[in-house]
């Protein structure tokens, strides 16, 4: 048995455009020598065509295994029945935080200057919306309820993780994001906890903190301002979006979920259902969730390579998708990418 060096990972191809943009992905690292030895597994849609739930166990075991996943996007259907899958892996390897760096590609877009990067909490607060206890009908009037709830230990844990980043890649600052002038607890206590650990970094990086609001608001005025972000589920699910919109959309934007012992590192949009098994997805969000995966594991030189040929590559509008405003497809924009490699 030949000894490798390689990485184990398991690889989601997942629903819609998953399986086209992951030929995408897979052959661009096959070009760069490919680091991973992917074990693929199903989950989602293909889940339940595959074997039957759209989480299934050998997903999981692999993921337990490798520690480490990338994973397509999942289709799910809406209404009731069906927990988000996205939600259950969260769960299953507590991936406390998201981690959502936005930085500006395009040259023609609106701000040129935009290099934010964004700790969303993932476990807790407004977002936990299985029904029953979380969510349910106050009474026939037609009130209905949702319980969010933070943990001190969460709300430790996430600032942890976004100030040490902060440290670890020279960032100058950690922006706090909260509501706690409205909800006095369950915002005010992150506040709070934030704080605290804040004081821990004195010296070593400053930090602000802003209403989620204003902060919206700021971010668009003066993206420049913005360096690291920390806040709460639901509003760094709305935020890591605008900033998404601030550099030309999810076309381009990865993000990585990270637990203790295990990371899923993905594309931010969808299954996009309809252009699916049409090649006119854009791989790019995918390829830089694979460069996370990449600087994740230390190989911070092929993170950086690959990068470079992916902006490269659509600042150039080499044979870029449809999307990007080009006439290209999945394939021909990773034969750029590659090119570039
Ligand atoms: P979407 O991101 O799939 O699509 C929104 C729009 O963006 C569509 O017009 C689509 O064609 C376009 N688009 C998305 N990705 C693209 C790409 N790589 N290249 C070119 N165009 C792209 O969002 P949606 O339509 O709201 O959701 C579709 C399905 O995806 C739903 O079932 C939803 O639950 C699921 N979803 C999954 C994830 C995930 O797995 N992380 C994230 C978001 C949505």
Sequence with gaps: VPVTSKIQATLIPGDGIGPEITKAVTAVLDHM????????????????DAEGVPLPQNTIDSIRRTNLALKGPLTTPVGGGFTSINLQLRQEFELFA????????????????????????????????????????????????????????????????AFDYA???????????????????????FLEEAREIAKEYEGKVAWDERIVDACAMQMVMYPDDFDVIVTTNLFGDILSDLAAGLVGGLGLAPGANIGKDAAIFEAVHGSAPDIAGQQKANPCAFLMAAGLMLEHVGKTDDAERLRKAVIGTVQAKDRVTPDLGGTGNTMSIAEAIMDRL
């Excluded at 020598?33 to 339940?48: C, K, L, S």
């Excluded at 299985?130 to 106050?138: K, L, M, Q, S, V």
């Excluded at 309820?145 to 993780?161: L, P, V």
């Excluded at 440290?167 to 607890?185: E, F, Q, W, Y």
């Design 98 to 161: 998201n981690v959502r760096p936005t930085k500006t590609i395009k040259t023609d877009g609106r701000y040129d200057n935009v290099d934010m990067v964004i700790f969303r909490e993932n476990l807790e607060g407004y977002y936990i919306a299985d029904e029953g206890y979380i969510e349910h009908n106050g009474d026939p009037e037609g009130k209905v309820y949702s319980t969010g709830y933070n943990t001190k230990e969460e709300a430790r844990r996430i600032t942890r993780a």
């Design 33 to 48: 020598g490919q680091p991973f030895e992917w074990d693929v597994q199903q989950a989602g849609m293909a889940g339940i």
């Design 167 to 189: 440290v670890a890649n020279g960032r100058k600052k950690v922006s706090i994001v909260h509501k706690a002038n409205i909800l006095k607890l369950l915002s005010g206590m």
